[in-house]
């Protein structure tokens, strides 16, 4: 007999499971049915939390950005300004396993959110995050203006999408040379 699992249980598994089939087969292969096969659920099952395609994908990102601001909640608060902006910048790259699959999915329910409006509100609360997480950051450091956010914003932007875009398993500190480069620049200027 199957093991009965509580909601939460059930909607991690789910989640995972789409990440799975998202970052393995790509955007088209994540149906309900796909999602639950993975999940070892029915989809009869999946479909009472996740009735269509678009709210699997919606959950995806949806727990992408609660486990961000998780880790980035449990940043101790009493870190000086520029420790605690690299230890929350870092969070934003994808530099172990499980944050290179959150990124993954990200950009690829990113991607999808130009053309699905329904992935539009996720998508928009997942970049304003990673903003506000750079505000806070640069605010730290002494640096306010829009621009040096800006600038922040589109650096982790662009260090997690050259990280991702490289094979799973090549070194990832080149990226955090660089980051800590920019940080002291910032803090020194």
Known sequence: ???RMNADER???VVEAAWRVLVRDGLAALSVRNVAAEAGLA???LRYTFPTQASVRERAVEVVLDRLRERIAAIPDDLDGSAWA???LRELLPLDAERRTEMEVTLALGTAALTDP???PAHHAMNETVRE?????ATTLGRMSNVDIDHLHALVDGLALHIVR???GEETEWAVRVLDAHLEALAGS
């Open 1 to 3: 007999m199957p093991r």
């Open 11 to 13: 909607d991690r598994a």
């Open 43 to 45: 989809p009869s099952s």
């Open 86 to 88: 690299r230890a929350a």
């Open 118 to 120: 329904a992935l539009h």
């Open 133 to 137: 997480i750079c505000a806070r950051a």
């Open 166 to 168: 490289r094979n799973r």
